[in-house]
């Protein structure tokens, strides 16, 4: 088969895999210079911020595994192929030279058994740094594959990623039975705290080598089994909180395999974009998982932001007086961002902010104005009950009256 014919076979069975940010490039080439139509080039960030193109591939997609959901599964029938490491460095090195891509993203089915796969993708990355390639890469790590080998190729890799694919473990033994969350989040441990350590000695040390510098990731599929949002944001707390992780993928569930064992349907790209609103709530907010969600209310709202959900169900702490209120009330207001939250500290502190001021400071006034005073003026509208505010706040109809009250000043 020749390499052409490999790459779009191995880029293509790559797309669905979300661990960086996007992907499927279709830039077609009419006149000018550079085709990418034929090979996945995804978007992903870099440590510093910067958006980076990537070639998207995976090493092989033989796999000996039989996850339900995957397009690779052993059972599938599809055209099957392998790079060698040697074709898989220089078509990397070329699409750099060329200016295609920034960087490599490589995954892989499994073949023969982890070590053999992993070794394999080491090889390249190996090869790669060994050629002065000092683009962006983003590595998979194989579940089960032996620590050292995991821990060799970190060192050589700019980000990596294990996926956890199934929130739940009786989940994975229902859709991936080749799979265990241990021999999953055994190595996502692995990693996490090797990227400490290095961290903690290039502090000391200048010139001791980066593990991982831009941290690991994972993915998570949404609605291909039953799990509830509570159960995935409960275990993206703990996969931020004990495995140090930069950043957990959602994935809504395609079906692309005809199996009883699979919902019928795609799951909803909303359900995927709450979580998604959810994980920043997490990450940025300091919400817990326990705030967003619970057992009352296990599935987020699709109709609703989860902050404003938050909000709402808490209504008893708002309004607010902006000139007095903390940082961490003020960015629990919907509407009231951080960078909000943060000119409004900044400002307050040498004038009164007043609702013309919150404007100025891109405030979402017609979510917030029900959440906040400003010097005990209130423009929201007196809710009898406060789950009434949930169709104001979903609806694009802005029709409510506005109202213009003094309200009582809360003590902070
Ligand atoms: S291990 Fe499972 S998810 Fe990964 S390539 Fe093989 S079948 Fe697909």
């Not at 099957?80 to 030279?97: A, I, Q």
């Not at 241990?182 to 000391?204: C, D």
């Not at 607010?320 to 207001?333: D, S």
Request: with cysteine.
């Amino acid at each position: 088969m020749d390499l052409n014919e490999k790459l779009k076979i191995l880029s293509s069975s790559a797309k669905y895999d979300v661990s960086c940010s996007s992907s499927g490039s279709e830039r077609l080439n009419i006149d000018g210079i550079g085709n990418t139509e034929k090979s996945g080039i995804c978007h992903s960030w870099a440590a510093d911020g910067r958006c980076i193109s990537l070639l998207k591939v995976l090493y092989t997609n033989y796999c000996k595994f039989d996850c339900a959901y995957c397009i690779n599964r052993k059972s599938n029938n599809i055209k099957r192929t392998t790079f060698s490491p040697e074709e898989l460095v220089n078509l990397t090195l070329s699409f750099y030279k060329r200016n295609y891509i920034e960087g490599l993203f490589l995954s892989s089915g499994i073949i023969k058994s982890a070590n053999y796969t992993m070794e394999k993708m080491f090889i390249v990355v190996k090869k790669l740094r060994e050629k002065n390639f000092n683009g962006y890469i983003h590595l998979k790590a194989i579940p089960g594959a032996d620590k050292e080998l995991i821990r060799k190729a970190g060192f050589y890799a700019d980000r990596m990623s294990v996926n956890i694919e199934l929130p739940t473990q009786k989940s994975l033994a229902v859709l991936a039975p080749d799979k265990s969350k241990e021999n999953i989040l055994k190595p996502m441990k692995y990693i996490g705290s090797n990227a400490l350590v290095s961290i903690s000695e290039r502090k000391k040390f200048k010139t001791a080598p980066s593990f991982v510098p831009a941290g690991q990731s994972t993915q998570m599929i949404i609605g291909a089994s039953p799990d509830s949002d509570k159960t995935i944001i409960n275990l993206s707390e703990k996969l931020y909180k004990n495995f140090n992780l930069k950043r957990v993928y959602y994935s809504a569930f395609i079906k692309v395999n005809t199996d009883s064992k699979l919902p019928q349907k795609n799951a909803s790209l909303l359900r995927e974009h709450r979580l998604y609103q959810a994980d920043w709530l997490l990450r940025y907010y300091k919400f817990s998982a326990n705030e967003i969600l619970d057992e009352n209310e296990p599935f987020l709202n699709e109709k609703l932001d989860p902050k404003s959900m938050w909000a709402i169900r808490n209504f008893n702490l708002f309004p607010i007086e902006v000139n007095k209120a903390p940082y961490e009330m003020l960015i629990r207001v919907p509407g009231i961002g951080i960078n909000s939250a943060l000119k409004i500290i900044k400002t307050r502190k040498y004038e009164n902010i007043n609702f013309e001021i919150l404007k100025k400071i891109r405030v979402v006034l017609k979510r917030a104005k029900y959440f906040i005073t400003c010097n005990g003026k209130f423009q929201g509208y007196i809710f009898k009950d406060p789950k009434n505010l949930k169709n104001v706040l979903s609806s694009k109809n802005k029709s409510i009256p506005l109202f213009l009250k003094n309200i009582p000043e809360r003590t902070y």
